[in-house]
């Protein structure tokens, strides 16, 4: 049987999600994160099989047409995805499932596993998210613009997950994402009020 253990974080570009991923992968390794296949190209210092598995657009193409995709979605003018065999054998033979997904993403996830809990992580400020995704030298000007323009409609995604959280600090931040991959802590569930209002607050800064 398969195990339930399967956790969905999703957040808008430039919020702090793989920082947080990263510390902890190094500190937890019964925490499997299965590398989705993109047709990004990779950024400096990105390797294959180990950031993401790069792929032509004609082999992801070839990827949707086998069905071997849980999932996949254009994000950002690229396509990603995640296959069926790192999810299935994720939950088959290791403790804990972290998907690190997009928005779509984590909708059909929610509709192909019920009970997947999905996490979403919140940047502080629209203002403040714009800035990071500015200044992290990352992306060109023109992936820029399109981060950008859909920070805001990526924040408002937050009422589809069963959890809500603030970056303010990614050590703090990570700290919360394990309470509730751990024991479910029922602290930042998106029914509660005050969670409610946090969300909404961020997302009415205003730009400039
Ligand atoms: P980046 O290009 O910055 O690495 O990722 C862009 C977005 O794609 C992020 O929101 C990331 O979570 C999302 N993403 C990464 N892998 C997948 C995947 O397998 N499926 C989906 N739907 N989104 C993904």
Redesign the pocket.
Known sequence: MLSENLFV?????GTG??TIIKKLTKIRKDIFI?I???T?NP?PG?IDKK??NFLTHGAFQEMIRDEA?V???E??G?F???SYEAIINGLNNEPKVL????????K?IKRKFEFAKLIFIMPPSLNELNQRIMHRG??SCQ?IEI?QSQAKS?MAQWKNFDYALINKDSDQCLEEVLSIIDDLNQDHVTSNPSVMAKMEDAIKTKLY
């Open positions: 974080i999703s957040a808008p570009s999600k793989t299965p989705s296949y993109t990004r950024r990105e950031d993401y995709l999932e996949h979605a994000v950002y690229n990603y995805g995640t998907l690190e997904i997009d928005c779509q993403g984590a059909i990352q992306d992936s981060r990526e």
